[in-house]
Every structure is written in structure tokens, then in C-alpha cells.
T-cell receptor, first 110, second 122 residues
């Protein structure tokens, strides 16, 4: 299975701190994507990193990809209460469909 | 652009009844995906389709579940003879057509999700 696995399963930090979530996968990939899901809502795409890229930034988000270790990390800097959500990594391999991990539940405490 | 539209948002069925969930993809998107999410869990892939064609149904249970995306109208996920274990949130997503491996690598498979349909089986 190419399913990603996020680590940790749950993370609780204080507002203003940085949050780091990790994702591991098992097979070669075309790209790796991160999505956010607010409680009771659909997923929203955050950022995509290609298999030949090592790092990518978007606002307060920083994503790294290590294909030799088959892992990725998502860093959210200067966290805000509105960042409270579940975060999922998703991978695709040679096909259009995405396979999602179990997610990290992030809680930002005011 | 209304995005991906799913309905109903909430559906309650008794065991043995049928559930039909509908999904209209984002304008300009040719592919529809269905995922199931159990409480506190990730999304499990079920099926993805383009108009009049199922491309990959490797995640669909062998019995009682079916999906279609007709030439006209929304995609339908149909669950026959529902059981309590079918209670979940069902998410639909759409994406444009992937034209090449480079296109795929660059993000043609970025998904736009609907708000989900929450099925409760009593």
C-alpha cells in the first residue's frame, strides 16, 4: 500500500508556536500533497510538492520531501487558533487517484 | 463557480434501505472521486470515474456499493441494503483531466472536495 501515515496522530501547542507534522509513505510517488480538514467539513488543498523537489513554501507553510526516506514534513509557523484542524498527506503513484493518510489532529491553544 | 456540490448533506436510513449520494463536480473538471471517512479516521479511497466510465473502483466493497457518472447529471454513489457499518461521511472530489505524466507531477490531480454527505444508519 502506498498509504501515507502521519505522525503524530494528535498535536496540541500554544498559539504562536510552530507545529510540525510528518508523513511517511511506502512507494515511489509523483507528488505529495497536504490537505487540511476543519471539523465536519471537506478537505482543502494546502500545498503540493513534486517528487523532484525537496522543499516548498507557501505563506506560513513549509513542506519538505525526502524521497530516500519516503517522508515529508509540514511546518506551520506562528500558529493561530484558526489553524486548529486535521492535516492529511496524500500521495499518488503513476495514477491520478490520491491515497490519504490517517491525519494529524492539530489543536492550537489560545 | 460553485465548487463541488454534494447532496444531501445529511441522510438517515434504516437498515436495509438504499442510500443515494449525489455529487456535481467543479466546472471544467472531468474526474470525480469518492472517499469514505469514519469518525476520527482518514479518508479511504473508494472509486474514481469520468463521464460514463469507471476508471478505478479498487476501494469499493464488492457488494451493495455502486457508482456512476452519467453523461448528463451528477455522479451517484449508491449503497443498497445499508447496514450500521455504512454510517460515515462520504466525500466527493473532482479534478481536471491529466494529460501527461508531467501534468500529473505538476498537480493535475489536486482535488477539490465537496462538503460531504453524512450517512447515519439506524
Amino acid at each position: 500500500s502506498q498509504q501515507g501515515e502521519e505522525d503524530p496522530q494528535a498535536l496540541s501547542i500554544q498559539e504562536g508556536e510552530n507545529a510540525t507534522m510528518n508523513c511517511s509513505y511506502k512507494t515511489s510517488i509523483n507528488n505529495l500533497q497536504w490537505y487540511r480538514q476543519n471539523s465536519g467539513r471537506g478537505l482543502v488543498h494546502l500545498i503540493l510538492i513534486r517528487s523532484n523537489e525537496r522543499e516548498k513554501h507557501s505563506g506560513r507553510l513549509r513542506v519538505t520531501l525526502d524521497t530516500s526516506k519516503k517522508s515529508s514534513s509540514l511546518l506551520i509557523t506562528a500558529s493561530r487558533a484558526a489553524d486548529t484542524a486535521s492535516y492529511f498527506c496524500a500521495t499518488s503513484r503513476g495514477a491520478q487517484k490520491l491515497v490519504f493518510g490517517q491525519g494529524t489532529r492539530l489543536t492550537i491553544n489560545p | 463557480n460553485a465548487g463541488v456540490m454534494q447532496n444531501p448533506r445529511h441522510l438517515v436510513r434504516r437498515r436495509g434501505q438504499e442510500a443515494r449520494l449525489r455529487c456535481s463536480p467543479m466546472k471544467g473538471h472531468s474526474h470525480v472521486y469518492w472517499y469514505r471517512q469514519l469518525p476520527e479516521e482518514g479518508l479511504k479511497f473508494m472509486v474514481y470515474l469520468q463521464k460514463e466510465n469507471i476508471i478505478d473502483e479498487s476501494g469499493m466493497p464488492k457488494e451493495r456499493f455502486s457508482a456512476e457518472f452519467p453523461k448528463e447529471g451528477p455522479s451517484i454513489l449508491r449503497i443498497q441494503q445499508v447496514v450500521r457499518g455504512d454510517s460515515a461521511a462520504y466525500f466527493c472530489a473532482s479534478s481536471p483531466l491529466v494529460r501527461s505524466p508531467v501534468h500529473l507531477s505538476s498537480g493535475a490531480n489536486v482535488l477539490t472536495f465537496g462538503a460531504g454527505s453524512r450517512l447515519t444508519v439506524l
